[in-house]
């Protein structure tokens, strides 16, 4: 890939995504897969005015032998100097950039209930430092090709060729042309003014119908609000959380939904992909889970914690979307799920609610915001699916006909 492109697509994820600002720290988290590209976005992000750029490198074998040899105890600790690593975070903020580019299959044959016991007690120690820090920062999440994902993409491509070709897909999902923040900047316009109507409706109740068996209905929180594209900071920051995003998206009410939802695209979870799956909800909690592949692990997923079994997110995406019409399986949640309508299991967000700088965490989760360790994207959009609207009023409006936006 050109350099000149790679570039283009550094700049934009450090400018447009993670907004670095004069002065701030920054922390970028990457695989060894695209080194010369991390020195890309380390540069821009120091152009933009970075005062420091820390590069956190991981390795996913490294991270399957560690799983495998550690014992359950040792994998639960959270050493002090982790904890002060988390302190100095809530202290200064830095914005954070995440370059993913993991093997969808790299943990098969993990032990899961293993992995699943370190997670949640890890997550217990941190939380309080993750809540301190919640929308109070910049994040990016982006993507480069890893070799193995590459061929998992183009398994009929040399490795080369494979990598290229995912590149390629990449930097077209993602709207890098010749002015890539240019276009960024019309097309969070789009999002924000799909937003803006759907928020005018006042919305009580989503309806989502599809032929191949799903039959859903979902809450919303009365002062929620849905939100899309770019986001703000407590301290009124804009930033682009997600490179690629067609999603618009709110926070529904816990408790409140019911009815099964059928799985359309796998799911790619701890380095494994679950597939072929549906879900039933009664009274807001999944309830019973099915699946042609992994369906243990599926299940281990919505039992991490009390929230995992509840849903944190109702995404709208077209159906005729530039990823869905790039004919991808991309095995990637960040790529996959902006290709169709999506739910999200587990955490909620906050800034859903309208004024939520108003409100503490705990008034948030009054409301009916989710809380959990994990927040999982499954895709259930298909070339057929009807979403219809519930207006507090008893209105019935159509929001999406055969998969697209019906506005």
Same mark, same amino acid.
């Given at each position: 890939?050109?350099?000149?492109?790679?570039?283009?697509?550094?700049?934009?994820?450090?400018?447009?995504?993670?907004?670095?600002?004069?002065?701030?720290?920054?922390?970028?988290?990457?695989?060894?897969?695209?080194?010369?590209?991390?020195?890309?976005?380390?540069?821009?992000?120091?152009?933009?005015? +970075?005062?420091?750029?820390?590069?956190?490198?991981?390795?996913?074998?490294?991270?399957?032998?560690?799983?495998?040899?550690?014992?359950?105890?040792?994998?639960?600790?959270?050493?002090?100097?982790?904890?002060?690593?988390?302190?100095?975070?809530?202290?200064?903020?830095? +914005?954070?950039?995440?370059?993913?580019?993991?093997?969808?299959?790299?943990?098969?044959?993990?032990?899961?209930?293993?992995?699943?016991?370190? *997670?949640?007690?890890?997550?217990? *120690?941190?939380?309080?430092?993750?809540?301190?820090?919640?929308?109070?920062?910049?994040?990016?999440? +982006?993507?480069?090709?890893?070799?193995?994902?590459?061929?998992?993409?183009?398994?009929?491509?040399?490795?080369?060729?494979?990598?290229?070709?995912?590149?390629?897909?990449?930097?077209?999902?993602?709207?890098?042309?010749?002015?890539?923040?240019?276009?960024?900047?019309?097309?969070?316009?789009?999002?924000?003014?799909?937003?803006?109507? %759907?928020?005018? %409706?006042?919305?009580?109740?989503?309806?989502?119908?599809?032929?191949?068996?799903?039959?859903?209905?979902?809450?919303?929180?009365?002062?929620?609000?849905?939100?899309?594209?770019?986001?703000?900071?407590?301290?009124?920051?804009?930033?682009?959380?997600?490179?690629?995003?067609?999603?618009?998206?709110?926070?529904?009410?816990?408790?409140?939904?019911?009815?099964?939802?059928?799985?359309?695209?796998? %799911?790619?979870?701890?380095?494994?992909?679950?597939?072929?799956?549906?879900?039933?909800?009664?009274?807001?909690?999944?309830?019973?889970?099915?699946?042609?592949?992994?369906?243990?692990?599926?299940?281990?997923?919505?039992?991490?914690?009390?929230?995992?079994?509840?849903?944190?997110?109702?995404?709208?995406?077209?159906?005729?979307?530039?990823?869905?019409?790039?004919?991808? %399986?991309?095995?990637?949640?960040?790529?996959?799920?902006?290709?169709?309508?999506?739910? +999200?299991?587990?955490?909620?967000?906050?800034?859903?609610?309208?004024?939520?700088?108003?409100?503490?965490?705990?008034?948030?989760?009054?409301?009916?915001?989710?809380?959990?360790?994990?927040?999982?994207?499954?895709?259930?959009?298909?070339?057929?699916?009807?979403?219809?609207?519930?207006?507090?009023?008893?209105?019935?409006?159509?929001?999406?006909?055969?998969?697209?936006?019906?506005?």
């Amino acid at each position: 890939m050109k350099k000149t492109i790679l570039k283009k697509y550094a700049k934009l994820i450090a400018v447009t995504g993670a907004k670095v600002r004069k002065g701030q720290e920054v922390i970028i988290y990457a695989d060894l897969d695209q080194p010369e590209f991390v020195a890309y976005v380390v540069d821009e992000c120091y152009k933009a005015g +970075a005062k420091e750029v820390t590069v956190q490198w991981s390795y996913q074998p490294l991270t399957k032998i560690h799983y495998r040899h550690e014992s359950l105890t040792t994998l639960k600790k959270i050493k002090n100097w982790e904890i002060e690593r988390l302190k100095y975070r809530v202290d200064t903020l830095p +914005a954070t950039i995440y370059l993913i580019s993991e093997d969808p299959d790299g943990l098969k044959g993990i032990n899961m209930e293993k992995m699943s016991k370190a *997670q949640q007690a890890r997550y217990i *120690q941190i939380k309080e430092y993750r809540d301190a820090m919640e929308n109070k920062y910049q994040w990016c999440i +982006a993507a480069v090709p890893g070799v193995a994902w590459a061929k998992k993409v183009f398994p009929g491509l040399r490795k080369n060729e494979a990598v290229e070709r995912l590149w390629e897909a990449i930097l077209y999902t993602s709207r890098v042309d010749d002015d890539p923040v240019a276009a960024w900047e019309k097309h969070n316009k789009d999002l924000t003014d799909r937003c803006n109507y %759907l928020n005018s %409706l006042n919305i009580a109740t989503l309806e989502y119908k599809s032929s191949n068996g799903t039959d859903f209905k979902v809450g919303m929180i009365d002062n929620a609000e849905f939100l899309g594209g770019g986001e703000y900071t407590l301290g009124g920051n804009y930033f682009n959380p997600n490179i690629p995003t067609e999603e618009v998206f709110i926070t529904p009410k816990r408790g409140v939904a019911e009815g099964i939802v059928y799985s359309t695209k796998p %799911l790619s979870y701890q380095g494994q992909l679950i597939e072929n799956f549906s879900i039933r909800f009664k009274d807001g909690k999944a309830v019973e889970a099915h699946a042609e592949k992994n369906e243990e692990l599926l299940n281990k997923m919505i039992s991490m914690d009390e929230g995992a079994a509840y849903l944190g997110e109702c995404a709208l995406v077209p159906y005729d979307s530039p990823i869905n019409n790039s004919g991808l %399986l991309f095995y990637n949640t960040l790529f996959d799920e902006n290709a169709a309508c999506h739910l +999200a299991l587990g955490k909620g967000f906050g800034n859903c609610i309208k004024n939520y700088e108003k409100y503490t965490l705990k008034e948030l989760e009054d409301m009916g915001i989710n809380d959990s360790m994990i927040h999982e994207d499954f895709m259930i959009g298909s070339k057929d699916l009807s979403i219809t609207a519930i207006t507090k009023d008893g209105k019935r409006v159509q929001i999406f006909k055969d998969g697209n936006w019906a506005f």
